[in-house]
T-cell receptor, first 113, second 113 residues
Framework: KAGVTQTPRYLIKTRGQQVTLSCSPISGHRSVSWYQQTPGQGLQFLFEYFSETQRNKGNFPGRFSGRQFSNSRSEMNVSTLELGDSALYLC????????????FGNGTRLTVT | SQQGEEDPQALSIQEGENATMNCSYKTSINNLQWYRQNSGRGLVHLILIRSNEREKHSGRLRVTLDTSKKSSSLLITASRAADTASYFCATGLYGGATNKLIFGTGTLLAVQP
């Protein structure tokens, strides 16, 4: 079974731009969640989608948004990029959501200059 | 602030020795999970232990949970160089406005050959 696929692997953007990250979950997994990982803040929960609906949300500004498609693939968008948005963005899928093991992709490394 | 705090922050041992990592958390939980992360890559799920369980084993891994002390420990027996990674605990919080999986700060384990 193919694992969680995140694209692109690396991304360099400038302040003020916007970016879209993509995540393809494991086949059959309906829950997709997103995390931001930085050296200073560690792993922080962004949001979780289940069957195309945002089910849970972390404490991030509205510049961070996401969506999930009918095939469970998910995208995350960050608008008006700031230097502090530089991070490893990780996507995880699971069968039932946050009460079951998460399967992570290898992440997208975003650098904002 | 982080829900989970791991201790120690870093641990260096020799191959064949046992490694113990501890996780403390602040609020009541539904479950606690342990993950491993190799440098710059996604997280790999190790064990999920529910709040009504006290101990769980998986191969060379042993996890304990003490809900009265709000703490958990991960024991890796007979460590190998391939166990070198960062280890995170994650606590599942349910109820209220948002369900969340909150990651701890991580323990960096180095196993010397």
């Amino acid at each position: 079974k193919a694992g969680v696929t995140q694209t692109p692997r690396y991304l360099i953007k400038t302040r003020g731009q916007q970016v879209t990250l993509s995540c393809s979950p494991i086949s059959g997994h309906r829950s997709v969640s997103w995390y931001q990982q930085t050296p200073g803040q560690g792993l922080q929960f962004l949001f979780e989608y289940f069957s195309e609906t945002q089910r849970n949300k972390g404490n991030f500004p509205g510049r961070f948004s996401g969506r999930q498609f009918s095939n469970s693939r998910s995208e995350m968008n960050v608008s008006t990029l700031e230097l502090g948005d530089s991070a490893l963005y990780l996507c995880a899928s699971s069968t039932a959501g946050l009460d079951s093991p998460l399967h992570f992709g290898n992440g997208t490394r975003l650098t904002v200059t | 602030s982080q829900q989970g705090e791991e201790d120690p922050q870093a641990l260096s041992i020799q191959e064949g020795e046992n490694a113990t990592m501890n996780c403390s958390y602040k609020t009541s939980i539904n479950n606690l999970q342990w993950y491993r992360q190799n440098s710059g890559r996604g997280l790999v799920h190790l064990i999920l232990i529910r709040s009504n369980e006290r101990e769980k084993h998986s191969g060379r891994l042993r996890v304990t949970l003490d809900t009265s002390k709000k703490s958990s420990s991960l024991l890796i027996t007979a460590s190998r160089a391939a166990d070198t990674a960062s280890y995170f605990c994650a606590t599942g919080l349910y109820g209220g406005a948002t369900n969340k999986l909150i990651f701890g700060t991580g323990t960096l384990l180095a196993v010397q050959p």
